[in-house]
T-cell receptor, first 116, second 114 residues
Framework: GAGVSQSPSNKVTEKGKDVELRCDPI?????LYWYRQRLGQGLEFLIY????????KSGLPSDRFSAERTGESVSTLTIQRTQQEDSAVYLC??????????????FGEGSWLTVV | AQSVTQLGSHVSVSEGALVLLRCNYS??????LFWYVQYPNQGLQLLLK??????LVKGINGFEAEFKKSETSFHLTKPSAHMSDAAEYFC????????????FGTGTKLQVIP
């Protein structure tokens, strides 16, 4: 696609429910990133994919968070048993993996998650 | 390890005045540096990037940044602020060579006063 696409754009969920956030990266981009941005705060790195593998998942805050990527394309970030502190914008980004791009990463519009 | 520090979480300028947003980086190897802009309720958009070519980098919307190795800085400037420049600006650092984690600063909110 032309840009990074994320869905849903907005999600309100009850505490304790599971949520899935989806990311469609730019076509051909091998690298995919998830970041979290709490209200009024900076970007918090969650996980990085190269292809379908995740060589860096050091930012996942707890075992309630997981992510997968299939077909070297779509990625899903899953949050189990959501808590109010999970409320944030979840930003997905992709890049061509540093092959001539200077590691430029391109962001989606984000998925706004509110846990009530 | 690499990091960026953005001085000033909020900056206010008058319309038509100079915009200066500060970013200092720390990196054990030559860095690649970026500035991104985030308008309200939107994702991040690349403004400009430095990847070891020219030290003065020009970006979109009249912004530019200068890489100063001696000062480990990559400050963002614009000669004349416009109301539409009101947004949050993030500095980021990475390095060359395949995958490298991109580390973001905490952001600077720019307010433009009419």
């Amino acid at each position: 696609g032309a840009g990074v696409s994320q869905s849903p754009s907005n999600k309100v969920t009850e505490k304790g429910k599971d949520v899935e956030l989806r990311c469609d990266p730019i076509s051909g981009h091998t690298a995919l990133y998830w970041y979290r941005q709490r209200l009024g705060q900076g970007l918090e790195f969650l996980i990085y994919f190269q292809g379908n593998s995740a060589p860096d998942k050091s930012g996942l805050p707890s075992d309630r968070f997981s992510a997968e990527r299939t077909g070297e394309s779509v990625s899903t970030l899953t949050i189990q048993r959501t808590q109010q502190e999970d409320s944030a914008v979840y930003l997905c980004a992709s890049s061509d993996g540093g092959q001539g791009s200077g590691n430029t990463i391109y962001f989606g519009e984000g998925s706004w998650l509110t846990v009530v | 390890a690499q990091s960026v520090t953005q001085l000033g979480s909020h900056v206010s300028v008058s319309e038509g005045a100079l915009v200066l947003l500060r970013c200092n980086y720390s990196s054990s190897v030559p860095p690649y540096l970026f500035w991104y802009v985030q308008y309200p309720n939107q994702g991040l958009q690349l403004l400009l990037k430095y990847t070891s070519a020219a030290t003065l980098v020009k970006g979109i919307n009249g912004f530019e940044a200068e890489f100063k190795k001696s000062e480990t800085s990559f400050h963002l400037t614009k000669p004349s602020a416009h109301m539409s420049d009101a947004a949050e600006y993030f500095c980021a650092v990475t390095r060359s060579g395949g995958y490298q984690k991109v580390t973001f600063g905490t952001g600077t909110k720019l307010q433009v006063i009419p």
